[in-house]
C-alpha cells in the first residue's frame, strides 16, 4: 500500500479499518442476540474473522458449511459439513432462535430452498440475519464478467489467502430478491438496509481509490442512489405461532 493511500485512509476514513463492514454486522447482530440462544452461522467456514465469534455471548454457537474446514472453526461449539447440492442443514426443525451469514448468499445457486431450510430450523419468532454483496454495486458487475482466478488475485493482494475466494452466482443479491425468496419461504422482513462504505477493493492504487471515494459520497449523499450500495443487510422473521 502506497503512502498515498495510507494518508487517504487517514483523511478520507479516519474511522474505518480494513473490517468495517464486518464490525457493524457484529454491532447489529449484537442488538438481537441474548445469552440464552441458540444461534446457527451458515457457512462458517475456518473461522476467519474474529468479528463472528459469538462464544460467550449466547447459549449454544453452531456452525455449518460444505467445506470441511468448518470443523476447525474455533468460534463454535459444534461444526457440521453442509451436503451440496441437497442442501439440506443438518439440524431438527426449530433448532435455532438466529441463523445469520455474512458473505455467504452470493454463492448459493438456489436461494429459495435454502430459505425454506432455514425456516425449518428456526424457532416461531427466529431470525435470519445477513449480509451480502449488492449485485448492483459495482464489484459484483466486474465479478460476473470476470473469471475467477481474477477475483483470487485481487483478494489476495488485499490480504485474503486464495482458498478463501469462492466462486459467486448472485441470485439473491438485490432487495426485490431477498423479499421474494423471504415471501416465498414464508418469512416477515423486519429490516433491510444498505450499507456504502470505505470502497476497500479500490484501495490497490490512489487514483482508483479517489473514484471510489467520489462512488460512495454519490451513493451516500441521496436515498435515490441507496440501491447502488455496496452490501445488503437484513433480518426476516419466522411469525410466530397464533
Same mark, same amino acid.
Given at each position: 500500500?502506497?503512502?498515498?493511500?495510507?494518508?487517504?485512509?487517514?483523511?478520507?476514513?479516519?474511522?474505518?479499518? &480494513?473490517?468495517?463492514?464486518?464490525?457493524?454486522?457484529?454491532?447489529?447482530?449484537?442488538?438481537?442476540?441474548?445469552?440464552?440462544? *441458540?444461534?446457527?452461522?451458515?457457512?462458517?467456514?475456518?473461522? *476467519?474473522?474474529?468479528?463472528?465469534?459469538?462464544?460467550? *455471548?449466547?447459549?449454544?454457537?453452531?456452525?455449518?458449511?460444505?467445506?470441511?474446514?468448518?470443523?476447525?472453526?474455533?468460534?463454535?461449539?459444534?461444526?457440521?459439513?453442509?451436503?451440496?447440492?441437497?442442501?439440506?442443514?443438518?439440524?431438527?426443525?426449530?433448532?435455532?432462535?438466529?441463523?445469520?451469514?455474512?458473505?455467504?448468499?452470493?454463492?448459493?445457486?438456489?436461494?429459495?430452498?435454502?430459505? &425454506?431450510?432455514?425456516?425449518?430450523?428456526?424457532?416461531?419468532?427466529?431470525?435470519?440475519?445477513?449480509?451480502?454483496?449488492?449485485?448492483?454495486?459495482?464489484?459484483?458487475?466486474?465479478?460476473?464478467?470476470?473469471? $475467477?482466478?481474477? $477475483?483470487?488475485?485481487?483478494?489476495?493482494?488485499?490480504?485474503?489467502?486464495?482458498?478463501?475466494?469462492?466462486?459467486?452466482?448472485?441470485?439473491?443479491?438485490?432487495?426485490?430478491?431477498?423479499?421474494?425468496?423471504?415471501? $416465498?419461504?414464508?418469512?416477515?422482513?423486519?429490516?433491510?438496509?444498505?450499507?456504502?462504505?470505505?470502497?476497500?477493493?479500490?484501495?490497490?492504487?490512489?487514483?482508483?481509490?479517489?473514484?471510489?471515494?467520489?462512488?460512495?459520497?454519490?451513493?451516500?449523499?441521496?436515498?435515490?442512489?441507496?440501491?447502488?450500495?455496496?452490501?445488503?443487510?437484513?433480518?426476516?422473521?419466522?411469525?410466530?405461532?397464533?
Amino acid at each position: 500500500m502506497s503512502a498515498l493511500t495510507r494518508w487517504m485512509d487517514a483523511r478520507l476514513y479516519a474511522g474505518y479499518s &480494513d473490517n468495517w463492514d464486518n464490525q457493524r454486522l457484529r454491532q447489529y447482530l449484537m442488538e438481537r442476540l441474548k445469552n440464552d440462544h *441458540a444461534i446457527l452461522d451458515l457457512g462458517a467456514g475456518r473461522g *476467519a474473522l474474529m468479528e463472528m465469534n459469538f462464544k460467550g *455471548a449466547v447459549k449454544f454457537v453452531a456452525g455449518v458449511d460444505p467445506d470441511p474446514v468448518v470443523h476447525e472453526n474455533p468460534f463454535l461449539d459444534e461444526a457440521k459439513t453442509l451436503a451440496v447440492p441437497d442442501g439440506k442443514i443438518p439440524y431438527p426443525d426449530e433448532s435455532f432462535n438466529i441463523v445469520f451469514s455474512n458473505n455467504v448468499l452470493e454463492h448459493v445457486n438456489n436461494p429459495g430452498n435454502l430459505f &425454506d431450510e432455514i425456516y425449518r430450523i428456526l424457532q416461531p419468532g427466529g431470525f435470519l440475519i445477513s449480509k451480502t454483496p449488492n449485485k448492483r454495486y459495482y464489484v459484483p458487475a466486474i465479478a460476473r464478467l470476470t473469471p $475467477h482466478r481474477f $477475483h483470487e488475485f485481487i483478494n489476495e493482494r488485499r490480504g485474503r489467502k486464495r482458498q478463501d475466494t469462492f466462486p459467486t452466482v448472485y441470485r439473491c443479491n438485490t432487495p426485490e430478491e431477498v423479499q421474494k425468496f423471504a415471501a $416465498h419461504s414464508g418469512f416477515k422482513v423486519i429490516d433491510l438496509q444498505m450499507w456504502e462504505g470505505r470502497p476497500e477493493y479500490l484501495r490497490l492504487f490512489a487514483i482508483t481509490y479517489f473514484m471510489g471515494y467520489l462512488y460512495e459520497r454519490l451513493v451516500n449523499s441521496f436515498e435515490a442512489m441507496s440501491k447502488f450500495r455496496c452490501v445488503i443487510v437484513f433480518t426476516l422473521e419466522k411469525p410466530k405461532k397464533s
